[in-house]
């Protein structure tokens, strides 16, 4: 059975880096790739950072470019969301998702930037 982990939200003043990890059994991220999603309430959930299965490549969302680092820690099947110089607009719910014949959903981790 397959499913993901995260963990790594909590609050954090503007300027100031979090980390998120994803932490996947019954699927190998290393080959089905994850990505990273953010929901505020009431809006759509947004797609934030992506990273491959297979050779690893990256995108990201415009506003994150530069900020936010998505990586692959195939020993411990395992991605990560590095996101620095965070924002208080980066405030959300953030979500990992893969496909394995059918989306994967983690449990979401809160993220709350403010002063």
């Known amino acids: 059975q397959v499913r993901l982990v995260e963990s790594g939200g909590g609050w954090v003043q503007p300027g100031g880096s979090l980390r998120l990890s994803c932490v996947g059994t019954?699927?190998?991220?290393?080959?089905?790739?994850l990505s990273w999603y953010r929901e505020v309430s009431g809006q759509e959930r947004e797609l934030v950072a992506i990273i491959t299965g297979g050779p690893g490549n990256t995108n990201y969302h415009d506003s994150v470019k530069g900020r936010f680092a998505i990586s692959r820690d195939n020993a411990n099947n395992a991605v990560y969301l590095q996101m620095d110089n965070l924002k208080p607009e980066d405030t959300a719910v953030y979500y990992c998702?893969?496909?394995?014949?059918?989306?994967?959903w983690g449990q979401g981790t809160q993220v709350t930037v403010s002063s």
């Open positions: 019954g699927v190998m991220l290393s080959d089905a790739g």
């Open positions: 998702n893969t496909y394995w014949f059918r989306p994967y």
